[in-house]
């Protein structure tokens, strides 16, 4: 396919959900559980029929970003990842991979007098598909990894592949609290990770931290993340601890819950917040959504995707996605996905068609969790209309309580208005529709 083509296609995010982990932990509410070698066959089997029966409905589009997550992906074994991974290939236009190439040059021929000799193969530097990633001429191919479950090997293996960055699951530093979390790591195996995978390739590394643990401190917290620090990762997610229904956190720390008392309390989690932003921002990473740092150039283009609005297809297991303004996710039942993975629409379930109203709400909420925030100019090319006619007394308000800014063009969160998100996001819902 020639590269005109690609480029005139619309952007697409691409996420695949493997369920499975080796335990699950205690905090975590995402579909995820522990499963046999032969289920996660069957599941690999149905992951590649969705794949092919989605070929006819996004011809239209070209794969800017490719996202494995979960669960923990590295628990599939490398054939069944690149299996996976050659199905997506085969059916989608994946940027830089259009035809086939996984980052090996052709081979060159110089004439030396009357002869031939032909050079060896000269395969591609790190640093160079490194550069094609970053320059967006390839997709962003990420796949998440849980230390314990990827070694030296399989990491080499997955770089073959094409896979071109990873994020990885610390969230502590310290041994007491990954025990609390259920983590089946320590900070070593997490270090050693980071080193082989850096050995096999790899130049696009993220970490993830959790802060408001119980029995946290600021002490502990600033440990952890001058671990993560030494690592040096590209980039860095931060995420509060949330108590989910349905969880062992919530048994335990829950409103009724027997060690409540061991969480920080409100004062103590801010602190650590505001601790969190200074040294990372003092180590050369900088904030570009309410949760994420990285250093320049390192912002991950597929999370960047979601809050820009940019259309996304979920493949797996509960996997959502949101195409042509209609947001839908799968079944979350697994012999039913099974079943009827060769017929992607049998899966869909609880499919809304956002009408306007709910596309700026959206384009505002989602957008605004970035630094930068939204571009005036691109909310009129999206709705026919200037924001001030939707939002305009809503950001007057805003503004004058020191949450909300406007400059050059754009509207963003002031650094108080970051601290308090979930409120001022809030206010960009509209309870009655303006109409033009």
Same mark, same amino acid.
């Given at each position: 396919m020639?590269?005109?083509?690609?480029?005139?296609?619309?952007?697409?995010?691409?996420?695949?959900?493997?369920?499975?982990?080796?335990?699950?932990?205690?905090?975590?509410?995402?579909?995820?559980?522990?499963?046999?070698?032969?289920?996660?066959?069957?599941?690999?089997?149905?992951?590649?029929?969705?794949?092919?029966?989605?070929?006819?409905?996004?011809?239209?589009?070209?794969?800017?970003?490719?996202?494995?997550?979960?669960?923990t992906p590295s628990v599939l074994s490398v054939e069944q990842l690149g299996k996976i991974f050659g199905v997506i290939l085969e059916t989608f236009s994946v940027r830089g991979f259009e035809e086939g190439k996984t980052g090996k040059k052709e081979k060159k021929k110089l004439r030396l007098g009357k002869k031939k000799a %032909?050079?060896?193969?000269?395969?591609?530097?790190?640093?160079? @598909?490194?550069?094609?990633? &970053?320059? =967006?001429? *390839?997709? /962003?191919?990420?796949?998440?990894?849980?230390?314990?479950?990827?070694?030296?090997?399989?990491?080499?293996a997955l770089y073959e592949l094409g896979?071109?960055?990873?994020?990885?699951?610390?969230?502590?530093?310290?041994?007491?609290?990954?025990?609390?979390?259920?983590?089946?790591?320590?900070k070593e195996q997490f270090a050693d990770c980071v080193k082989a995978a850096r050995e096999t390739g790899f130049r696009n590394i993220s970490g993830d931290l959790m802060s408001g643990l119980p029995g946290q401190t600021e002490s502990t917290l600033t440990e952890s993340i001058r671990f993560l620090l030494a690592q040096q990762p590209e980039h860095i997610s931060v995420y509060s601890l949330q108590i989910e229904d349905g969880t062992e956190f919530a048994k335990?720390?829950?409103?009724?819950?027997? %060690?409540?008392?061991?969480?920080?309390?409100?004062?103590?989690? @801010?602190?650590?917040?505001? &601790?969190? =932003?200074? *040294?990372? /921002?003092?180590?050369?990473?900088?904030?570009?959504?309410?949760?994420?740092?990285?250093?320049?150039?390192?912002e991950s283009r597929h999370n960047s995707s979601y809050w820009k609005g940019t259309e996304y297809l979920g493949i797996g297991l509960?996997?959502?996605?949101?195409?042509?303004?209609?947001?839908?996710?799968?079944?979350?039942?697994?012999?039913?996905?099974?079943?009827?993975?060769?017929?992607?629409?049998?899966?869909?379930?609880?499919?809304?068609?956002?009408?306007?109203?709910?596309?700026?709400?959206?384009?505002m909420f989602l957008g605004l969790r970035m630094c930068k925030g939204i571009e005036k100019a691109e909310f009129k090319r999206r709705f026919k209309c200037d924001i001030e006619t939707i939002y305009g007394d809503v950001m007057k308000r805003l503004v004058s309580q020191g949450v909300l800014a406007e400059a050059e063009g754009r509207v963003f969160l002031t650094a108080r208005g970051i601290d308090v998100s979930n409120v001022v996001l809030a206010e960009f819902l509209l309870e009655e529709f303006v109409r033009r």
């Amino acid at each position: 396919m020639k590269k005109k083509e690609v480029a005139e296609k619309r952007p697409l995010g691409l996420y695949i959900h493997i369920p499975f982990c080796v335990k699950k932990c205690a905090y975590c509410d995402f579909l995820s559980f522990a499963s046999d070698d032969a289920t996660k066959e069957r599941y690999v089997n149905a992951l590649c029929e969705e794949i092919r029966a989605n070929k006819g409905s996004t011809e239209e589009y070209t794969v800017e970003t490719v996202y494995f997550g979960g669960g923990t992906p590295s628990v599939l074994s490398v054939e069944q990842l690149g299996k996976i991974f050659g199905v997506i290939l085969e059916t989608f236009s994946v940027r830089g991979f259009e035809e086939g190439k996984t980052g090996k040059k052709e081979k060159k021929k110089l004439r030396l007098g009357k002869k031939k000799a %032909e050079e060896p193969e000269q395969t591609e530097t790190p640093e160079e @598909r490194l550069q094609r990633v &970053l320059a =967006g001429e *390839l997709a /962003e191919v990420t796949i998440e990894v849980n230390p314990g479950t990827a070694d030296a090997e399989k990491f080499a293996a997955l770089y073959e592949l094409g896979f071109n960055r990873l994020s990885m699951g610390l969230q502590s530093a310290i041994t007491e609290e990954l025990k609390c979390l259920g983590r089946i790591h320590t900070k070593e195996q997490f270090a050693d990770c980071v080193k082989a995978a850096r050995e096999t390739g790899f130049r696009n590394i993220s970490g993830d931290l959790m802060s408001g643990l119980p029995g946290q401190t600021e002490s502990t917290l600033t440990e952890s993340i001058r671990f993560l620090l030494a690592q040096q990762p590209e980039h860095i997610s931060v995420y509060s601890l949330q108590i989910e229904d349905g969880t062992e956190f919530a048994k335990r720390y829950g409103e009724d819950g027997p %060690e409540r008392s061991k969480l920080p309390d409100e004062d103590a989690d @801010r602190a650590m917040y505001e &601790l969190t =932003g200074k *040294l990372l /921002e003092e180590a050369g990473y900088k904030r570009y959504e309410i949760s994420n740092y990285a250093k320049p150039g390192f912002e991950s283009r597929h999370n960047s995707s979601y809050w820009k609005g940019t259309e996304y297809l979920g493949i797996g297991l509960g996997a959502s996605s949101l195409m042509s303004n209609a947001r839908f996710h799968n079944t979350t039942d697994m012999e039913e996905y099974i079943a009827g993975a060769s017929d992607p629409f049998s899966l869909r379930e609880d499919m809304e068609r956002l009408v306007q109203k709910e596309q700026m709400e959206e384009f505002m909420f989602l957008g605004l969790r970035m630094c930068k925030g939204i571009e005036k100019a691109e909310f009129k090319r999206r709705f026919k209309c200037d924001i001030e006619t939707i939002y305009g007394d809503v950001m007057k308000r805003l503004v004058s309580q020191g949450v909300l800014a406007e400059a050059e063009g754009r509207v963003f969160l002031t650094a108080r208005g970051i601290d308090v998100s979930n409120v001022v996001l809030a206010e960009f819902l509209l309870e009655e529709f303006v109409r033009r």
